[in-house]
C-alpha cells in the first residue's frame, strides 16, 4: 500500500504528540528541563523557519529559473 506525504506527516506528528506524553508523564519531576519551551520561543521557531524556508525556496526558484 502506497501512503500519500499528507498521511506520512499526519503520522509523525501524532507520533510526536504520543512521544511528548509518555515523556512528560514518566518524567515529571525532570521536566524543568524543558521550562525554556515557551509559547513566545515556539513562536519564533516558526515564525524563522519559515523565512529561511521561503528564502530557500526563493534561491532554488531563482537558480532554476536562469
Keep these: 500500500m502506497k501512503n500519500c506525504r499528507l498521511c506520512t ?3 509523525f ?3 510526536a504528540v504520543l512521544l511528548i506524553i509518555i515523556i512528560s508523564l514518566s518524567m ?3 521536566l524543568h528541563y524543558l521550562s525554556f519551551i515557551t509559547p513566545w520561543n515556539a513562536a519564533f521557531f516558526v515564525i524563522g523557519s519559515g523565512i529561511l524556508l521561503f528564502l ?3 534561491y532554488v526558484y531563482f ?3 536562469n
Design 56 to 58: 530557500w525556496k526563493l
Design 28 to 30: 515529571s519531576e525532570n
Design 9 to 11: 506527516i499526519i503520522r
Design 13 to 15: 506528528f501524532l507520533a
Design 63 to 65: 537558480k532554476t529559473k
